[in-house]
Each structure stands twice: as C-alpha cells, then as structure tokens.
C-alpha cells in the first residue's frame, strides 16, 4: 500500500496541511506575509461583503443537501428496489441512470442552462407545446426556482450513483430473509420496510456520508448554470462559490482569507461526517 499512500500524501494531506498554514499568514498577491495566527479567521465574519455572504451561502449549501437527500436518494432507492429483481434489460438502465454523473458537472450545467433558457429552452417550449404555457417561466432566473431548479439538475446528474450503491446492498441481502418473511405472510411492501430497509442502513449512512461531503463542496455545476455570482441575486450561492470569489477577486491580501474558508470548510464537514459515521455505526450496532 506504500505507493497509494505516497500518492494520497502528495495529493490530498499535502495541501491540506498548507491550506492551513496558509489561512496563519498575510499575502499580498502570492507573496507571503507576515504570521497572523487567526486573523484571517476573524475577518471571515467581520469583513465585508464576506461576512453577509458566508450566512446565506451556508444557509443554501443545507437546503441544497436536504433536497438532494429527499430527491436523489429517495428515487435513487427506488429504482434500485424496481431493478433488483427483473432479469431482462437491468443492465441496460442501470447504465442510461449512470451516464450523466460520468459527464463533467460543467458540461451537464451548460447543456441544461441551454434546455432552460426561457427563449428558446425546450423545457419552456415542451410546457407551451401541451398546454402548460402558464407554467413556462426562467427557472434559473427568478430567486423563487433558481436554487429548487439546480437542485433538481444536480439529483438528475447523481441519480445513478446511489442507486448503485443500493442495488449493491440489495444484492447483499440472504434471499432466505426474503423467502421465509414471505412464507410468514409478508407482503413485498412489508418485506422491504421490516427487512430490507434496516439492512441497508450501513448502504443509507455511506450515502448519506458521500451526499453530504458532495454536496457542501459543490461548486462546478453552480458555476456552470448561475455563474460565479450565484445569480440571480446570490440565490444560489454557496460556499464554494464564495471560496472562488474569495480566492480569485477578493483583492491582493485575500489568499489567506480564502485558505482560511477553505479550512473551516474542511473543519465542519470532517466533523459532521465523523459525527454521522458514528451514528450510523450505532444503528447497524442495534440491527446484528
């Protein structure tokens, strides 16, 4: 394992470990400064326009989780559950739903910033064309849809990836739990609910771990349908967004500002994961 660790040591702890020396010094453009131990910290919160965007970028980095946990992985559930059993065609659709998240998150946010433009966007002409023209609206350009809007783009795009993951946990399962339920009298709706459900709770807190992590670090397909701004009127910003802004047009001493960001970001999701590891871990305890 020496190799992979070399490389997971270059790549991953490296920069994480100057991320964090860098968030304790002053820059001015790429030029260090002098230490400042945790002043870049504190001006996260107190300096302007950061410090008004931090709260709503973090406010909609939660809403875009919560959406995807009740859009992406709900269907992603289901559709494992319809395609555990059949024979014919299961790997014929487990690739249609696995394709688009093989497709880069930029090139999926462009195609879609296309399908929904109001002018000439066939989701609004779709709508027109039925009967639903009341309906056509800019998804992307009114505050109210923007954010539910990439929410859905981006459950659309990921869709495929915890499916995988279920129809994996459903395959684990003894058949002998499912035959003798069903010789007790079990229906296949009670089947899932009192046998296979609890035990894809280890599969439910790995996607659960992996939605979460994806989700507060999401930037590409943002940037991509709403621009760096999170238009419109940083109704879909998040903090990514506001890491890239931060980095790369908050002036010349805002390196540090950003490396700061970036570790309070790193901070809050290890510990939320671990957090919710530990819970999960708990149940699956309960279940054997």
């Known amino acids: 394992i020496l190799p992979a660790l070399l490389l997971y040591t270059i790549f991953m702890v490296y920069p994480l470990v100057q991320a964090l020396v860098f968030s ?20 996260l919160f107190t300096r302007y326009p950061i410090s008004e965007q931090l709260p709503r970028a973090f406010s909609h980095n939660v809403y875009f989780f919560l959406g995807t946990m009740l859009i992406q992985n709900t269907l992603g559930l289901f559709f494992a559950v319809l395609l555990h059993r059949p024979r014919f065609g299961k790997r014929f659709f487990r690739i249609v739903f696995t394709l688009p998240y093989l497709i880069s998150p930029i ?3 462009y195609l879609w910033s296309l399908m929904l433009n109001p002018l000439f966007g066939p989701v609004n002409n779709l709508l027109r064309d039925v009967g639903l023209g009341a309906l056509a609206k800019p998804w992307l350009g009114d505050p109210s849809t923007a954010l539910p809007t990439v929410i859905l783009v981006n459950a659309w795009m990921w869709l495929g990836y915890p499916m995988l993951l279920f129809g994996a946990g459903l395959a684990g399962i003894d058949d002998d739990l499912r035959e003798a339920a069903r010789i007790d009298g079990a229906s296949s709706l009670q089947i899932f609910a009192r046998v296979e459900l609890p035990l ?21 397909i943002i940037y991509a349908l709403t621009g760096s701004s999170g238009s419109p009127a940083g109704a879909t910003d998040v903090l990514g967004l506001v890491f890239y802004r931060t980095a790369f047009d908050g002036g010349s001493d805002a390196f540090g500002l950003a490396s700061a960001l970036a570790v309070l970001m790193f901070v809050f999701i290890f510990t939320v994961s671990v957090g919710v590891q530990t819970w999960f871990r708990r149940l699956e305890d309960k279940i054997r």
């Open 24 to 43: 304790t010094f002053e820059f001015n453009g790429l030029i260090r400064g002098d230490f400042v131990g945790l002043q870049n910290f504190e001006q």
């Open 107 to 109: 090139v999926v946010g």
């Open 200 to 220: 894809l709770t280890p599969v439910i807190g790995i996607v659960t771990i992996l939605t979460f992590i994806g989700n507060f670090n999401v930037f590409g």
